[in-house]
């Protein structure tokens, strides 16, 4: 009977241990089964993820100018002091033609045009690294102007001309003339291209009031800027009476330049189509005395 006990006993037992590792076993497997489900929905997260950023940097590098500035809700505009085209009044405010026509375009998108003042010299590289979202300030379409940037059909016509005190202005009417003086242009200027091409002496500035500065106090014999500021800034009844212009060194036109390959262009093509048509863009160059010069859209 012992025995038989001792028998009973010890298959319980046995049967209690395979229960007890039967339990031990299958616990470690559904923990591997929910961790390799954990691993695997984090994976699949990540691929997500990366693929998510990928199509935004992706759409960010194709994405529309027009649309980037409009979520930004700026129009960043680039500018130098350029008298009638961008200028301050007597409350820090930038008006001028060009400034004005700024503000009402960057207002037909539906955002706000802010001013900055850029080393004319540098405007090329100021717009590729998005400090700024055009360049708008009497800008001549030159060649190295068309091939960095896109441009927006030319709305002024322009000329460099030579300014000289007045009172020695009659020595100097043709460009054989200029050969003597020293000039002063703003530095990346056509005023610069051009005293390049006919070898005079010149000391770049940084921008054409500085140019204008330069003869006033007499360390420059002679400035080449732009016909239409000169037409508002030299001569009787401006703060440069004792100054005029002389030598036309060219004809040019002037355009607004974005990032190349940018739909802005077109948009502020509509916006000067549109503005010519309704009377608005000639209103507006009336107002800063620029019409002569405004080119039909």
């Known amino acids: 009977m012992k025995k038989v006990l001792s028998l009973t006993l010890t298959m319980a037992m046995v049967l209690s241990l395979a229960a007890c590792g039967g339990s031990n076993s299958s616990a470690p497997a559904e923990d591997t089964t929910a ?29 529309s100018d027009l649309a980037y500035v409009q ?24 008006i001028g033609f060009d400034a004005d026509m700024a503000n009402a375009f960057a207002y037909s998108l539906g955002v706000e045009a802010e001013f900055i003042v850029i080393d004319w010299d540098n405007k090329i590289l100021e717009l590729e690294g998005k400090t700024i979202d055009c360049v708008w300030n009497g800008m001549t379409l030159t060649d190295e102007v068309t091939s960095a940037m896109e441009c927006s059909n030319a709305y002024c016509n322009n000329a460099q001309v030579v300014i000289v005190p007045a009172d020695v202005a009659d020595q100097y009417q043709d460009t054989d003339s200029l050969s003597g003086l020293s000039f002063a242009v703003e530095a990346g200027s056509a005023g610069e291209a051009e005293v390049e091409a006919l070898g ?53 036109e002037y355009g607004v330049g974005f990032r190349k390959g940018s739909d802005l262009a077109a948009a502020l093509n509509d916006f000067f189509a549109e503005s010519y048509e309704d009377g608005s863009m000639e209103k507006c160059a009336e107002l800063y005395g620029v019409q002569a010069a405004l080119i039909e859209q």
């Open 35 to 63: 961790a390799a489900e954990t691993t695997a929905a984090a994976e699949t997260q990540e691929e997500t993820t990366a693929a998510e950023t990928e199509a935004a940097e992706t759409e960010a590098a194709s994405g």
């Open 71 to 94: 979520d930004k809700g700026t129009l960043v505009v680039g500018i130098t002091e350029f008298e009638p085209m961008d200028y301050q009044d007597e409350n820090g405010d930038w």
């Open 200 to 252: 005079l002496t010149y000391t770049s500035v940084t921008s054409q009031a500085d140019a204008l500065m330069e003869v006033a106090a007499g360390t420059s014999d002679a400035a080449v800027i732009d016909s239409l500021m000169a037409a508002a800034m030299v001569g009787e009844g401006t703060g440069y009476a004792d100054l005029t212009y002389t030598v036309g060194l060219n004809s040019e």
